[in-house]
């Protein structure tokens, strides 16, 4: 059996108490930050991504409204003959809606030759239908 | 500092914590990333549907858009002489007159290419028209 001095002894006992108690309180605080940081990169993220889910709510708003869009637009129904000119305005009608559902559109001009004068009319027989409600 | 000082820097998730518990607080939140995570999708997936939809509907005036461009900025006079769309298929036939033609084929190609399939873009007759005005005879095609 290894005897030692009672004074070493109390001084070994003091020393290893202490560096326990350092060495417990260095792992406590790494721990503790550590949970903290991953906490925190977990707060981080779920905020990210309810962002991002705003975003695409925002998104949804703006496409429904561009959808309600379409379906108000006036259903457009033409059949016979148009000038150059009311052809024209037709489809300026048309094209002022962003968005429009053509079910047909067939525009022929009654001649087949070209004409290059201006004054000379030009006749399309039209038959068209647009969609909407 | 404390966990609950920390989440209440992050409102959204302080807000959306009904029962605020220690023990379980990771748990609560990544129960909440992927509750907002699955909403987000569903979301992203409805907007999907609704951009297809609205995307078909473009390409049902894209043509008429494009061809009144084109008749616009081109500088010579441009006759169209037929056109036809039946929800599917485009077709459209027009001259264009001048001392030369300043339509550029690959590009209206390439246009139209962009929402169309199955595009053909011909020029197929060219004739001196009047004295040296000529004309450019061509038909435009395409599927929705």
Do not use: C, W
């Not at chain 2, 005036?61 to 298929?89: A, C, H, Q």
């Amino acid at each position: 059996m290894i005897t030692i001095n009672r004074k070493y002894a109390i001084i070994f006992s003091a020393i290893f108490l202490v560096v326990s108690i350092v060495l417990s309180g260095f792992y406590f605080y790494n721990s503790y930050y550590s949970y903290i940081r991953n906490l925190e990169n977990l707060l981080s993220e779920t905020t990210r991504v309810y962002n991002q889910m705003k975003r695409a709510e925002e998104e949804s708003k703006f496409l429904e409204a561009k959808r309600q869009e379409f379906l108000n637009s006036p259903s457009i129904v033409k059949e016979g003959e148009f000038q150059e000119r009311e052809l024209q305005q037709l489809i300026e009608t048309m094209l002022s809606n962003r968005f429009l559902e053509i079910d047909y559109l067939y525009l022929k001009a009654q001649v087949d030759y070209p004409i290059l004068f201006e004054d000379t009319p030009v006749i399309y027989i039209v038959s068209l239908k647009t969609g909407g409600e | 500092m404390k966990v609950s000082e920390l989440i209440g820097k992050y409102p959204v998730i302080f807000n959306n914590i009904s029962e605020f518990n220690i023990a379980s607080i990771e748990n609560q939140i990544k129960n909440l990333q992927s509750s907002f995570q699955k909403r987000s999708t569903e979301i992203d997936k409805a907007n999907l549907e609704i951009k297809r939809y609205l995307f078909d509907l473009y390409k049902d005036t894209y043509f008429l858009k494009y061809f009144s461009k084109l008749s616009s900025s081109v500088p010579n006079k441009i006759f169209l002489r037929e056109m036809l769309y039946d929800g599917t298929r485009v077709y459209i036939d027009f001259y264009e007159y001048g001392l030369d033609t300043r339509i550029a084929t690959s590009t209206v190609y390439q246009d139209f290419s962009k929402l169309y399939k199955n595009v053909s873009f011909q020029l197929v007759e060219e004739r001196v028209f009047f004295s040296n005005t000529k004309y450019f005879h061509y038909i435009l095609e395409g599927t929705k």
